[in-house]
């Protein structure tokens, strides 16, 4: 009897100095009744463990919060740069620009018509003047009607073979309603031939398309061959041609974007009119004119060709 009180005594001892299970959350962290993991019984490890951590935590947080603040400077940076389709000077997009680009609009007084708000009585019959029409239109914030030509003169800046891969109209801003004031023009001259690439302005983003123009005899010795990319250039090769913008909806601002390539490089140029301050072109659908006014090479008033042009 006394063998069994002290093996009952030993027993009772053992259990008091068996370890208990560490829990979460009143858990335990490894299955009932199986060895305490031996992680749990040294201290030591755990106390390293918590300090590697930390160190770690030390050592990282403040370079994400630098990597954070830099990235927050370059946004902030970027929304005060003026994108390239708004500039006020051609840009380059990709790399260093190797073309030499001319873009203007092309003046033709028996082509050009006008969108102005002035009303008839307000605008300065042309008289022998049929050519200052259209500077009087855009002294008065006129805008091209219907459509615009604009002459694209490219070569480039050394004798190294560069090509032209894309000619695009590029919207600046967003398009406007256009406006209900009164269509001018001159009503002359007879239809000539060439060659083109046309934006159409209603779509977004426009939509380009190599035409060719013909009429009739005048096609004789005139290149009428379409439009094909790529266009080769250089410092002695040049490519001229035109952009006919048109608009039936919308009153638009754009500008010219070439694509390019030269020695496995590519990029873009954007330009907008040479002849005024590299200035976005504009062209305004002429479909709300609730006036139209129309003169001859004279300076004489077409009625047949005029509606509400009553210039008294």
Same mark, same amino acid.
């Given at each position: 009897?006394?063998?069994?009180?002290?093996?009952?005594?030993?027993?009772?001892?053992?259990?008091?100095?068996? #370890?208990q299970?560490?829990?979460?959350?009143?858990?335990? %962290?490894?299955a #009932?009744?199986?060895? @305490? !993991?031996?992680?749990?019984?040294? !201290?030591e490890?755990?106390a390293?463990?918590?300090?590697?951590v /930390?160190?770690?935590?030390?050592?990282?947080?403040?370079?994400?919060?630098?990597?954070?603040?830099?990235?927050?400077?370059r946004?902030?940076?970027?929304?005060?740069?003026?994108?390239?389709?708004?500039?006020?000077?051609?840009?380059?997009?990709?790399?260093?620009?190797p %073309?030499?680009?001319?873009?203007h609009?092309?003046?033709?007084?028996?082509?050009?018509?006008?969108?102005?708000?002035?009303?008839?009585?307000?605008?300065?019959? !042309?008289g022998?003047?049929?050519?200052?029409?259209?500077?009087?239109?855009?002294s008065?914030?006129?805008?091209?009607?219907?459509?615009?030509?604009?002459?694209?003169t490219?070569?480039?800046?050394?004798?190294?073979?560069?090509w032209?891969?894309?000619?695009r109209?590029?919207?600046? *801003?967003?398009?406007?309603? !256009?406006?209900?004031?009164t269509?001018?023009?001159?009503?002359?001259?007879?239809?000539?031939?060439?060659? %083109?690439?046309?934006?159409? %302005?209603?779509y977004?983003p426009?939509?380009?398309? #190599?035409?060719?123009?013909?009429?009739?005899?005048?096609? +004789?010795?005139?290149?009428? $061959?379409p439009i094909?990319?790529?266009?080769?250039?250089?410092? $002695?090769?040049? +490519?001229?041609?035109?952009?006919?913008?048109?608009?039936?909806?919308?009153?638009?601002?754009?500008?010219?974007?070439v694509?390019?390539?030269?020695? *496995?490089?590519?990029?873009?140029?954007?330009?907008?009119?040479?002849?005024n301050?590299?200035? #976005?072109?504009?062209?305004?659908?002429?479909?709300?004119? @609730?006036?139209?006014? @129309?003169?001859?090479?004279?300076?004489?008033?077409?009625? /047949?060709?005029?509606?509400?042009?009553?210039?008294?």
């Amino acid at each position: 009897m006394a063998r069994s009180s002290r093996s009952r005594r030993s027993a009772s001892s053992s259990e008091a100095r068996r #370890p208990q299970d560490p829990a979460v959350n009143g858990a335990p %962290l490894h299955a #009932p009744g199986a060895p @305490t !993991p031996r992680m749990f019984q040294r !201290p030591e490890i755990i106390a390293a463990i918590i300090g590697a951590v /930390t160190a770690l935590a030390i050592a990282i947080i403040p370079a994400i919060l630098q990597d954070k603040s830099k990235s927050d400077q370059r946004a902030t940076a970027a929304s005060t740069t003026p994108s390239v389709a708004t500039s006020s000077m051609p840009s380059a997009v990709g790399t260093e620009n190797p %073309l030499n680009i001319n873009a203007h609009t092309l003046a033709d007084r028996c082509s050009d018509r006008w969108l102005v708000s002035a009303l008839p009585h307000q605008i300065p019959a !042309p008289g022998n003047d049929v050519d200052g029409l259209g500077k009087w239109a855009k002294s008065a914030n006129g805008a091209a009607a219907d459509m615009q030509r604009v002459t694209l003169t490219i070569d480039g800046k050394s004798q190294t073979e560069a090509w032209i891969t894309q000619i695009r109209a590029v919207v600046v *801003g967003s398009r406007s309603e !256009p406006s209900d004031g009164t269509v001018i023009s001159i009503g002359c001259g007879e239809a000539v031939s060439y060659r %083109l690439v046309e934006a159409n %302005l209603d779509y977004d983003p426009p939509k380009m398309t #190599p035409r060719v123009r013909l009429s009739g005899d005048n096609a +004789e010795g005139v290149n009428v $061959t379409p439009i094909e990319y790529p266009l080769k250039v250089s410092a $002695t090769e040049a +490519e001229s041609f035109l952009v006919e913008s048109v608009v039936s909806r919308f009153d638009v601002h754009y500008r010219i974007a070439v694509d390019w390539e030269i020695q *496995g490089r590519m990029g873009t140029t954007i330009v907008g009119d040479s002849t005024n301050d590299n200035k #976005p072109f504009r062209v305004s659908a002429g479909s709300r004119a @609730t006036r139209v006014c @129309t003169w001859n090479e004279d300076g004489i008033l077409i009625a /047949t060709q005029s509606s509400k042009c009553a210039l008294n």
